[in-house]
């Protein structure tokens, strides 16, 4: 049996990232670090950081914990096998060396699991979302992703910024564009729990993911072939959430029985509050026939038919404003309201990941974090 004391280790430096890993009373948390780490793959993880770390930084950080100094080509192995198999991440440098850094549970290792997913693991996740993990993820205000609306639902689209126009996006972007398997719905899947909403798993959209490429996880389509993409998703109800910043790393395509992140918000009385968007839905009861599409297309459960007046009422602790109702209503009934407050996203991945520890550890102590990793030292 193997010593949980470097598991544990890891799991309180892992907790230190902007979204966290804590600790359960179940110990679930262990078990799924056992599942991801060999005892050394974890020990090498403790010496890795939330920004890119060299490897010579790596050795002389293990040095310093065990006592004992690695080798380097063995490390350099171990290390790359740990990329591999999606659980840490790995940056190319010029002259073809690479560094390494820790890569969180979500976004992170379980999305590195596409294609390789096992139901071990996907029932150990569900234990820890329901447990300590779901409330983790929502416990920042500035969430991963956000809520773009379907176009369709929009009018006039030229209107809508940049960031909440992801045809738009798309267009312009020189980023190579590639699609992945949604891991959720293999997740669910592998459970027992196939999509309602699509057949088609290949739907997650990425913008110069090399890790996803270099695992072989990724096809590399053409700006056509993704903005078909999108159409489908519409066509099918399916809400756009891109990572949440004005030059998304991403667009995933969501449902409400397979996307972890809606799934864990729903079990909340007021989920909207999780969501970045800058729309809601309205429904009038002067043009609405009571027909019910809409509340079939809805991931959020956020439309409710009323029995007494025959019409669908939203209710605005639930909607996120994302469109699905709107495009299929046979009447001019539904329609998504642009919000008084615009939430304008965070330019870059970077400042979005710096704006959440911000508010998980206070300004003072992200600075000093931020000191520490630009001098070579571990959060």
């Given amino acids: ?14 907790d230190k990232f902007p979204i966290g890993f804590p ?25 890795l950081s939330l920004t890119n770390s060299s490897v010579s930084t790596i050795i002389k950080r293990y040095q310093q914990k065990f006592l004992s100094r690695p080798d380097r080509e063995s490390s350099i192995k171990r290390l790359n096998e740990m990329f ?29 699991n596409v294609d390789h997913l ?17 409330e983790e993820f929502f416990k920042s205000t500035l969430p991963q992703l956000r809520t773009s ?3 369709k639902a929009v009018i006039p689209e030229h209107l809508i910024a940049t960031y909440d126009n992801m045809k738009e996006f798309v267009r312009k972007t020189s980023d190579q564009i590639q ?48 903005l078909t993409i999108l159409d489908m998703a519409e066509e099918r109800g399916l809400v756009l959430q891109p990572g949440n910043t004005k030059d998304p790393f991403c667009i995933c395509l969501c449902c409400g029985c397979c996307c972890g992140v809606i799934t864990t918000a729903k079990k909340f009385p007021d989920p909207a509050r999780f969501f970045a968007t800058n729309y809601f ?20 459960d956020a439309l409710v038919f009323d029995k007494e007046q025959k019409v669908v009422r939203v209710d605005l ?42 508010g998980k550890v206070g300004k003072k102590k992200m600075v000093l974090n931020m000191l520490k990793m630009l001098t070579g030292k571990q959060l």
């Avoid at 096992?118 to 779901?134: T, V």
């Fill in 23 to 47: 600790a359960a009373k179940s110990g679930v948390e262990i078990e799924l670090l056992e599942y991801f780490f060999t005892p050394e793959e974890a020990k090498l993880a403790l010496c």
């Fill in 281 to 300: 839905a309205a429904i009038s009861e002067e043009t609405c026939i009571g027909c019910g599409i809409c509340i079939k297309r809805c991931q959020m």
């Fill in 118 to 134: 096992q139901k071990d693991l996907m029932e150990k996740l569900h234990r820890y979302l329901d447990e300590e993990f779901g």
């Fill in 317 to 358: 602790n639930r909607c996120i404003g994302c469109g699905l109702c709107v495009t299929k209503c046979p009447t001019p009934a539904a329609t998504l309201v642009k919000k008084k407050k615009e939430t304008v996203p965070p330019l870059n991945i970077a400042l979005l990941y710096l704006s959440i520890l911000k």
């Fill in 1 to 14: 049996m193997a010593d949980t004391t470097t598991y544990r280790e890891l799991q309180l430096h892992l």
């Fill in 179 to 226: 699609v992945v398997n949604c891991v959720c719905k293999q997740g669910e899947a592998l459970l027992g729990n196939p999509c309602k909403q699509t057949d088609d798993i290949e739907i997650c959209i990425m913008f110069g993911a090399k890790s996803y490429a270099e695992r072989n996880q990724a096809r590399s389509i053409s700006k056509d072939e993704c």
């Fill in 84 to 112: 591999m198999k999606g659980v840490i991440n790995r940056s190319e440098k010029s002259g073809g060396r690479f560094t390494y850094s820790n890569a969180m549970l979500v976004i992170g290792m379980f999305e590195f």
């Fill in 149 to 151: 609306p379907h176009l």
